[in-house]
């Protein structure tokens, strides 16, 4: 397709009918798949920017994504679209004597913490690898040490973006100041195309703990309680999340990471291990690395199921009600991989004031998503139905949601998402980004 203007397309192209074409539009979701005109893989904020420019000279509406981890439609693509993908944007350069790494947003969480954790360092990682640090990084991100070291986004020093006007910006504490704040939780694709990260990283220690306890799935409720009981409550250097997987998958497990000894460890899971009859105790002290590997382990780019995603945090220990909220999402879903999943909250994350940083749930107990998955288009309906519902269910004892778990159905999403910081955050939209050329559905509108 000819341009009317004169900004070119560089970078690899891939235009509608290219070879190449429908591997470029998959995603790991293949729920949120569309078929965008033109993906350009950009090599450089140059590319990017021409991307920009192009796409405002021929009104062609603009997405970006790093890893392809989208998880509801129209945020990483759009019908008829560019997309600017950054995943070959994966440079590392990493400053040990000031414990600082400087990355693209192509990296992929996994390979980029198992990277810096053989050179000593230890940085936030999720429960999935292939998540790409460029979108998970404006959003917050968090994992199992957030609670030692505070959310990917606290360990965000600078950032380099484009802006709308295809300008490459440098943002951070005396630089831009506003647009840093906002970069640290406004969530992804809104205020500039980030085209460069630079984390602070922490020493890691020669070793650390894990753990991971199954329990049979009929036990879930003394199994979830345990784990509330005592997770947001336990020694900051430990994080954990507890899954509970559908019926028909049958698998209920906590795992988690604790910085020191698997004594220590052990004392304070003994209220887990007492409950019900676990199937699996398993407690291990390894080197740094092999922790990653056993909490990170390699899973594929793209999911062969569909899944719809939901979120949301508790300030309090759930009651029996939501419980049986979630025994009945879990009983009823034919998804194998539909789960409830939830992280401890406190700790490190708790010391940023909420007003610091465009992040604002500081202060919750935990954290928890629900997803029902589905392989045939018949039973779309049905799983959606099922996670909205979940959703209305548990209001009265959940608040707000998290930008990087995007839900289409929620409508005042600027509230759930960022609460108090929403109205500072529209201001900094309306001075980056005033004719809002960077949106999605859920992206922070331009307001006073």
């Not at 979701?29 to 796409?55: C, E, G, M, Q, R």
């Not at 329990?215 to 994080?239: C, H, I, S, T, Y």
């Not at 409950?275 to 056993?294: C, E, M, N, R, S």
Request: charged share 20%.
């Amino acid at each position: 397709m000819p341009s009317n203007n004169q900004t070119r397309l560089t970078g690899r192209v891939i235009f509608k009918g290219d070879p190449g074409y429908e591997e470029a539009r998959r995603n790991w979701n293949p729920y949120v798949n569309t078929y965008p005109l033109v993906f350009v893989f950009a090599k450089n904020a140059l590319d990017v920017s021409h991307a920009i420019k192009w796409s405002r000279e021929n009104n062609v509406p603009l997405r970006i994504r790093s890893g392809r981890h989208a998880l509801d439609k129209c945020f990483n693509s759009v019908n008829g679209g560019l997309v600017i993908d950054t995943s070959d944007m994966n440079q590392v350069t990493l400053d040990k004597k000031r414990g600082i790494a400087t990355v693209g947003p192509g990296n992929r969480v996994g390979p980029l913490v198992k990277n810096l954790a053989r050179q000593g360092f230890m940085s936030v990682f999720g429960d999935s690898p292939t998540v790409g640090i460029g979108g998970i990084t404006p959003g917050g991100g968090f994992g199992v040490l957030s609670r030692s070291i505070g959310l990917i986004s606290d360990n965000l020093l600078e950032v380099k973006t484009v802006d709308a006007n295809g300008r490459l910006l440098t943002a951070n504490a005396t630089k831009n100041e506003d647009l840093y704040w906002a970069t640290r939780g406004g969530g992804g694709g809104t205020f500039g195309y980030n085209v460069e990260y630079t984390l602070k990283v922490h020493r890691a220690p020669e070793t650390a703990t894990v753990f991971d306890i199954v329990w049979p799935w009929e036990q879930l409720e003394e199994a979830f309680k345990a784990w509330q009981n005592v997770m947001p409550f336990a020694d900051e250097r430990l994080g954990s999340y507890i899954e509970l997987f559908s019926k028909v998958n049958g698998l209920v497990h906590a795992t988690g990471l604790f910085l020191g000894s698997s004594a220590e460890l052990r004392k304070i899971l003994q209220p887990l291990i007492d409950t019900g009859t676990p199937t699996k105790v398993d407690i291990q002290t390894l080197f740094y690395p092999a922790v990653i590997d056993y909490l990170d382990p390699p899973e594929s780019p793209f999911a062969d199921q569909n899944f719809k995603f939901s979120s949301s945090w508790s300030n309090y220990l759930w009651p029996d009600e939501p419980i049986a909220v979630m025994r009945e999402f879990l009983e009823e879903s034919p998804g194998t991989e539909s789960n409830f999943y939830f992280t401890n909250w406190g700790g490190a994350i708790g010391r940023v004031p909420s007003t610091a940083t465009a992040f604002y749930w500081r202060s919750p107990l935990f954290y928890t998503e629900w997803n029902a998955t589905w392989m045939e288009k018949s039973e779309e309906a049905a799983a959606l139905a099922s996670v909205e519902r979940v959703r209305q269910q548990l209001k009265p004892y959940t608040i707000g949601s998290y930008v990087n778990v995007p839900d289409i159905n929620i409508e005042n999403f600027g509230e759930a998402y960022w609460g108090a910081n929403f109205a500072r955050l529209k201001g900094i939209k309306a001075k980056y980004d005033p004719n809002n050329v960077f949106c999605h559905p859920q992206s922070v509108p331009p307001g006073n």
